[in-house]
């Protein structure tokens, strides 16, 4: 008996605010969530994994909610019309036997009510009651005066009351309280030319039972998924993202020492894999801008000691001997002016690839005829040079827009080269002409050649493929590279053909 009474209660009061159930569902949900997120949300730190969760939960609650709603529903709006069927059959019944008796037929309808389980109530025209199988007759009254407000379900004339839960001035004292929730079916007969209004109720008291029963088991059901759905979700997004935290945890043991640690990228193919192959390609990039950086260092400090070791030494020779030895004195003063120069010649080089590298070496572009330049330059190198042929075998008259000074220090570059590794009596040929939309400058010389070795490496910096030949021809492995960056900050390519002991040819294209 107890659990019927607290099903019928938990029935009443939930019946009422059925189709707000699920937004009282969610609002119960969102503060579960809230009281868990207030009190873990320091150490979760909003992470990935509780995100997930929390949108399979979400998701699926709403899943849950509504399915529980087009249960409830259904089933409610199915029990509704199979009890207005009922009531409307039993109302048929009440019509026949008055019909039949001409008068109240009191035993017949008894029976019937007592079958059913329903209270039967007779009223005439002016809703006085002449009949009622209630066992206090005070208290049946005509519904429908009383009841308008406590409708909350009408289906022809059968209609679901609720009593409100409070004193209702529309709701006479014997009636507050009568019935907790009940099918009416109210409709009207003639019977001898006068009309008479059956009311037939049904409490609903097995059909409330069994919803009670039924919410609190689809409540249980709902809660007990959402749990379950929690646990799941937590488990299945750490182990989805478990690949996250061994990147984590690599990458945050990566330190300048250790650049050479990688990502593991085996396993299926997904975007996590796509994402730690990009990162191990970083690391790469990383390491070898380190490496370079490294090397650079490394070498401008070796190209520096040098010249610094020699101002150095004439410097102590000057202390020693030269204020009193005029040979000494002017020999010392040679070898530091020159060693100076080349310091200076150093820096300045450095200071180019340092601008270039980031990015503020500007370009003053103009439009000029590259032929008149590469007479300039031929010029200019036979002045200085007499010991090698230097032509210009081809010439067309071409424009180009570029930096007409850097684009001269680039070109000029690759002659000095070919001057210095090309024996005397040696030719270099100079040619300019279009090919292909694009101004082409090739510089070519019987030298000595570059070997398939050095020749990948001839624009790193300070790379010598001679090397034996340092200290005759001088140099200190830059200029090669500052020309690539000019040829490539203007847009153009440069290629590089050599054999050993029969020369190497340079082609340039810049764009016309």
Not at 325 to 342: F, G, R
Not at 405 to 427: C, H, M, W
Request: aromatic content about 8%; glycine content about 6%.
């Amino acid at each position: 008996m107890g659990i019927k009474k607290i099903s019928s209660t938990i029935f009443h009061r939930l019946l009422k605010p059925l189709f707000l159930l699920p937004f009282t569902i969610l609002k119960i949900i969102f503060s579960i969530l809230n009281a868990i997120f207030s009190k873990i949300s320091d150490k979760l730190r909003l992470s990935i994994t509780f995100r997930m969760t929390l949108v399979y939960t979400f998701v699926i609650s709403n899943i849950l909610v509504l399915l529980s709603v087009g249960v409830l529903s259904g089933g409610f709006a199915y029990i509704m019309r199979s009890e207005g069927n009922d009531l409307k059959k039993d109302f048929t019944l009440v019509t026949a036997y008055i019909d039949e008796s001409h008068e109240v037929p009191a035993s017949e309808i008894e029976q019937l009510s007592k079958s059913s389980g329903r209270s039967i109530s007779l009223f005439d025209e002016n809703l006085e009651l002449l009949y009622t199988t209630e066992k206090n007759p005070d208290s049946a009254l005509f519904i429908h005066r009383y009841a308008s407000r406590n409708v909350i379900f009408e289906l022809d004339n059968a209609m679901l009351i609720v009593n409100p839960g409070h004193p209702d001035a529309n709701i006479p004292p014997e009636l507050f309280n009568q019935y907790g929730i009940a099918m009416v079916y109210n409709n009207s007969m003639i019977e001898d030319s006068k009309m008479i209004y059956v009311q037939i109720i049904d409490k609903l008291s097995e059909e409330t039972e069994y919803a009670g029963i039924f919410i609190i088991t689809l409540i249980a059901l709902d809660i007990f998924f959402i749990i379950l759905i929690i646990l799941i979700g937590s488990s299945a997004s750490k182990r989805l993202l478990k690949p996250v935290k061994v990147m984590t945890d690599t990458v945050q043991n990566i330190s300048i020492n250790q650049l050479g640690t990688r990502l593991d990228v085996s396993g299926s193919k997904n975007e996590l894999k796509d994402l730690a192959k990009t990162f191990n390609s970083m690391l790469d990039r990383i390491q070898l801008a380190y490496d370079r950086q490294n090397q650079f260092v490394a070498d401008a400090s070796h190209e520096l000691r040098t010249p610094i070791s020699v101002v150095q030494g004439y410097a102590n020779l000057l202390d020693r001997w030269g204020k009193e030895d005029n040979q000494v004195l002017e020999e010392s003063i040679t070898a530091i002016k020159t060693e100076s120069e080349n310091m200076k010649d150093l820096i300045e080089k450095l200071l180019f690839l340092a601008r270039g590298d980031k990015d503020t070496q500007k370009l003053e572009k103009e439009d000029f005829h590259v032929n008149e330049l590469i007479d300039e330059i031929i010029k200019e190198t036979v002045l200085i040079d007499n010991t090698h042929e230097v032509t210009c075998v081809r010439k067309e008259s071409i424009v180009v827009n570029a930096d007409r000074g850097l684009l001269k220090e680039a070109i000029r570059i690759f002659v000095d080269n070919s001057v210095k590794y090309t024996p005397e009596g040696g030719k270099i040929k100079l040619e300019c002409y279009l090919e292909n939309h694009s101004a082409m400058i090739t510089i070519e010389d019987t030298g000595i050649g570059i070997s398939e070795t050095d020749l990948p490496h001839i624009f790193d910096r300070f790379y010598r493929a001679d090397k034996s030949r340092t200290k005759q021809t001088g140099g200190n492995g830059l200029g090669m590279a500052i020309a690539k960056w000019i040829i490539l900050k203007h847009e153009g390519s440069i290629k590089v053909q050599s054999k050993i002991n029969i020369g190497t040819k340079i082609y340039i294209a810049l764009p016309k």
